[in-house]
């Protein structure tokens, strides 16, 4: 039964980290491209800030229960006098996840900042220029991200 809520919580927390930068990556971003750029700006900082918030918390469900479901697996082979031999999908998915919580962190805690610090101090190119590497980060992000569902839907989970 724990198993299987670990399950739910990494599922849910992924849908929700990957979904939201698809969206707002997709849909969101080039929909403002109407607005001037200081507006622009403002909104994303408003989107984004609540945004990573639910990401701290998306990621580090991801890791935690990825890891966690991990380990009750080596542990009950181990109980059982079975050798563990991680299969290669869930070394994938375990890899990819931490790069992704890596990535994410120097999004959320490095270039956010600089974008926050040059949208209150209404510097717009700096500003525009700290959205620009957020959004291809972002995009390495959302590739990465995608690439560790295939793994996980050939056979991964």
């Known amino acids: 039964m724990l198993y299987e809520l670990l399950k739910l919580l990494h599922v849910v927390a992924i849908i929700v980290w990957v979904g939201g930068m698809f969206f707002i990556h997709f849909y969101l971003r080039p929909a403002l491209g109407q607005l001037d750029l200081p507006t622009r700006l403002k909104f994303m900082h408003q989107v984004l800030g609540r ?10 469900t991801t890791l935690v229960t990825g890891y966690w479901m991990i380990g009750r ?6 109980e059982a006098n079975i050798p563990f031999a991680m ?8 890899v990819l996840g931490t790069i992704m919580v890596l990535i994410f962190f120097h999004i ?40 560790t569902v295939l793994v996980a839907l050939s056979g991964g989970i």
């Open 51 to 60: 945004f990573f918030k639910t990401v701290i918390f998306a990621s580090i």
């Open 73 to 78: 697996v080596a542990r009950a082979s181990s």
């Open 87 to 94: 299969p290669l999908s869930w070394t994938i998915m375990a």
């Open 108 to 147: 959320r805690f490095a270039i956010f900042k600089r974008f926050t610090l040059a949208t209150f101090a209404q510097d717009w190119d700096a500003a525009a220029k700290s959205m620009q590497t957020i959004r291809t980060w972002v995009s390495i992000n959302l590739l990465i991200g995608v690439v």
